[in-house]
């Protein structure tokens, strides 16, 4: 866990440098940074998108992941009631910038690998490297967005530690094509976030999230039911 606490401490570091930094910019600045946000995570998804698809043996599982995915989201309504509680807080722009944040720290390769790779072979050289991403790209996010983009540091502790667990218990499912269809689907989620912070589409990414359950789901009932 001692990578997954690195990659913690990054971003709450960068959190804080960012959060400093943004008293001091002008408003033009600020927005300059939302545009440049908006760009890094639509490109940032496709890239997943671009590298994953082509290794997929489920070539149909990612629709029917956001199909039924976004069906329960949209049915609990996680987007409108995470953004309303944002608003309540006197944040109004937090809510898109954290929903963010989650997704890109949380759904890449390195956080994903990272954490597996760490309890099967003890070794932390992916979350290293993705603490120091997480660093440059927390200061960022909350130069635009504020200190609050360091909650995401939380979701990311649970996000890791449960693939840790996970990884150490079911050490045969958690690798593999079931990795590559969460990176697939999560890359779909960070490409739809980008698209709502660059106000081209708001895609109300949050109701996607369930649709990262789907394939574990499917994967689950494959290895050891059917």
């Not at 979701?155 to 996970?166: A, H, I």
């Amino acid at each position: 866990m001692l990578g997954t606490l690195a990659n913690v401490g990054g971003i709450i570091a960068g959190s804080l440098i960012g959060g400093t930094v943004k008293k001091a910019l002008p408003e033009k600045i600020q927005d300059c940074l939302f545009v440049a946000m908006g760009l890094a995570a639509l490109f940032i998804g496709i890239n997943a998108v671009v590298h994953n698809m082509p290794k997929t043996h489920y070539p149909v599982l990612f629709i029917v992941s956001l199909a039924l995915g976004s069906a329960l989201g949209t049915w609990l309504n996680i987007d409108d009631n995470f953004h309303r509680l944002a608003a309540r807080s006197g944040h109004g722009h937090l809510g898109k910038g954290l929903s963010t944040a989650i997704l890109i720290f949380c759904i890449g390769t390195l956080s994903i690998l990272g954490p597996v790779e760490s309890a099967l072979n003890g070794n932390n050289t992916f979350l290293y490297t993705n603490a120091t991403l997480d660093f440059i790209t927390s200061i960022v996010l909350s130069s635009a967005y504020g200190y609050g983009i360091m909650l995401a540091a939380v979701v990311l502790f649970l996000w890791q530690g449960s693939l840790y667990v996970g990884a150490l218990s079911l050490s045969g499912f958690l690798q593999g094509d079931l990795l590559n269809e969460l990176s697939l689907v999560g890359g779909i989620l960070i490409a739809a976030s980008g698209l709502s912070i660059l106000q081209i589409k708001d895609c109300k990414t949050l109701n996607l999230l369930p649709s990262l359950l789907v394939p574990v789901f499917f994967f689950l009932i494959t290895k050891y039911i059917l």
